[in-house]
């Protein structure tokens, strides 16, 4: 099985700032099939980035998503206070689907 | 408008069954594979079954393996998850989702359904 690890667990940081997550698998990881979720308290997961850099319909261009093999990242430009939430990556592979355990992005 | 709708959580004894249903509308069902991920209590997602367009292949966690069998009827565009020998560590809020047809991302998802374990 592939295991996803996210770094850090929390990011605290104000509106305006840039937030940098970090994904990495513990096997390569074909870049087409690796995706990224934000998800809000109460609320159902919602893609945000799918083939590690490509946005989702309705996402805005401050998502980023970059990488390949075993190191992914998800930036976000400029916090906007909508944007903090947990975000989870997710991966496809020979052993089927494995969803990272989250990085929680707060308020500083 | 493109809908996922969970039904048939609740609460269940240890041992017993469930089944739970995710009715879809807004799209070709038959042209996506779906998805169930499940969120136990305060802790991450977690994928646990998948099914291909047409209902022939389907694959599970190893934690849902031999307990859960994953289902969907084309004809009434509805996607099931029959949950059997439950457990307390089946509680979570069990959602559906469906499946890009490209790249194995999730891009619409359903609001949810809890199911609690407990005796």
């Known amino acids: 099985e592939t295991v996803l690890t996210q770094s850090p667990g929390t990011l605290s940081l104000s509106p305006g700032e840039r937030a940098t997550l970090s994904c990495r698998a513990s096997?390569?990881?074909?870049?087409?099939?690796l995706a990224w979720y934000q998800q809000k308290a109460g609320q159902a997961p919602r893609l945000v980035i799918y083939g590690a850099s490509s946005r989702a319909t309705g996402i805005p261009d401050r998502f980023s998503g970059s990488g390949s093999g075993t190191d992914f990242t998800l930036t976000i430009s400029r916090l906007e206070p909508d944007d903090f939430a947990v975000y989870y990556c997710q991966q496809y592979g020979r052993s089927g689907f494995t969803f990272g355990p989250g990085t929680k992005v707060d308020t500083k | 408008q493109v809908q996922l709708v969970e039904s048939g959580g609740g609460v269940v004894q240890p041992g017993r069954s469930l089944r739970l249903s995710c009715a879809v509308s807004?799209?070709?069902?038959?042209?996506?594979?779906m998805h169930w991920v499940r969120q136990a209590p305060g802790k991450g997602l977690e994928w646990a079954a998948v099914?291909?367009?047409?209902?022939?292949?389907?694959y599970f966690a190893d934690s849902v393996k031999g307990r859960f069998t994953i289902s969907r009827d084309n004809s009434k565009n509805t996607l099931y998850l029959q949950l059997n020998s439950l457990r307390p560590d089946d509680t979570a809020v069990y959602y559906c989702a469906r499946e890009r047809i490209s790249d194995y991302g999730m891009d619409v998802w359903g609001q949810g359904t809890t199911v609690i374990v407990s005796s």
């Open positions: 807004g799209f070709t069902f038959n042209s996506y594979a």
């Open positions: 099914i291909s367009q047409d209902g022939s292949m389907h």
């Open positions: 096997q390569s990881v074909n870049s087409s099939y």
